[in-house]
């Protein structure tokens, strides 16, 4: 009998999609598990948290279909239009979410609660999906199309384009295991521009706790070093 073929992964510098992608499937599944526990005294802790997912997610979709997918079709490459209807339905699906978070605010009742609980788990479920359809079939093509210098600069583009965003490295590096955070660092070191990586490792230092950033300086000792205050960064 025929097995499904595993999707080919991105080897070269770009491989950092994946680290986006788990921090942003892991991230909405605590969201989902918080949801299903709800209580009065938790919600304000819900809504700070969920505020943060629902604005990484919406940099995260557009930063693919403004930069990353165009980028992949000019060079030949495929990428199916229901990707990006599907980011614009992810975002309807927020909405809705935060609409019925406003409203368990201000009512204050179990049922609100509980419709919580049902729009966070379905967000979860189409959102984790909507991940590896776009692993499986776009970012397969990317080691095919742009060579690993090509792939270095179009990540500092993307990290360029982005509004500053202090949050975002201690957040997608909370969500991952060690080992992959390892592999993520490493992967920084050799495509970002010095200034860039330092300022990247330094926010890290500042965001995580202090468990986190104790296996950054285990397992990356000399980019921990780049974290210190007195860092040159230029």
Request: aromatic share 6%; glycine share 8%.
């Amino acid at each position: 009998m025929a097995t499904a073929q595993e999707p080919v992964r991105i080897a070269g510098p770009l491989k950092t999609w994946y680290d986006l992608h788990e921090a942003l499937g892991h991230e909405i599944g605590v969201l989902a598990d918080l949801a299903a526990h709800l209580t009065l005294d938790s919600l304000d802790a819900f809504a700070e948290r969920f505020a943060y997912f629902e604005r990484e997610l919406r940099n995260h979709s557009e930063v693919e279909d403004g930069i990353m997918f165009p980028a992949v079709a000019e060079r030949g490459g495929a990428v199916d239009p229901r990707l990006g209807a599907e980011h614009r339905e992810e975002q309807g699906r927020t909405y809705d979410l935060g609409c019925a978070l406003l409203h368990a605010k201000a009512a204050r009742t179990p049922e609100a609660l509980a419709a919580l609980a049902g729009a966070t788990a379905a967000l979860r479920d189409s959102l984790r999906h909507h991940l590896a359809l776009e692993e499986d079939e776009v970012l397969g093509q990317v080691d095919r199309l742009f060579a690993p210098d090509e792939q270095a600069r179009l990540l500092g583009t993307i990290f360029s384009a982005l509004p500053a965003d202090p949050g975002l490295q201690p957040w997608v590096a909370a969500a991952l295991t060690p080992e992959h955070l390892e592999a993520r660092l490493r992967n920084m070191a050799a495509s970002l521009p010095r200034g860039a990586l330092v300022a990247a490792l330094a926010q890290i230092r500042d965001g995580v706790d202090a468990a986190t950033w104790a296996e950054v300086q285990s397992r990356t000792p000399d980019l921990a070093a780049l974290a210190a205050p007195d860092t040159d960064g230029g």
